[in-house]
């Protein structure tokens, strides 16, 4: 299994990246698949997460309304829409991939992991 991050970069506060997480090595469309974000000095923590039919997602409640996680389950890659950025988005931003009924917020609940892509927000 790989999952693989990109679109990471230097962006201006209120600017907006888009990330993506290419996805080989399973069966995509089978997984619930999450974003997790770590800054310096600072525990790994949820920020989004959708099933395996794209038809939930939920948010952390520091990006709602201003990061959206949709899916491509034909091309096998995972999104995150990120828009209105502000320093404290500042962080490596990781993708992960789970199996269930529902999706999970818990890090140690997600099996695979890309990567990481790092996201820098100046002010």
């Known amino acids: 299994v790989q999952l693989q991050a990109s679109g990471g970069g230097l962006e201006q506060a209120g600017g907006s990246l888009r990330l993506s997480c290419a996805a080989s090595?399973?069966?995509?469309?089978?997984?619930?698949m999450g974003w997790f974000r770590q800054a310096p000095g600072k525990e790994r923590e949820f920020v989004a997460a959708?099933?395996?039919?794209?038809?939930?997602?939920d948010y952390t409640d520091s990006v709602k309304g201003r990061f959206a996680i949709p899916r491509d389950n034909a091309k096998n890659t995972l999104y995150l829409q990120m828009n209105s950025l502000s320093p404290d988005d500042t962080a490596v931003y990781y993708c992960?991939?789970?199996?269930?009924?529902?999706?999970?917020?818990?890090?140690?609940?997600?099996?695979?992991w890309g990567q990481g892509t790092l996201v820098t927000v100046s002010s």
């Open positions: 992960a991939a789970h199996l269930g009924s529902v999706f999970s917020k818990v890090s140690s609940k997600y099996p695979y």
């Open positions: 090595g399973l069966t995509f469309s089978n997984y619930n």
């Open positions: 959708i099933t395996w039919s794209g038809d939930s997602t």
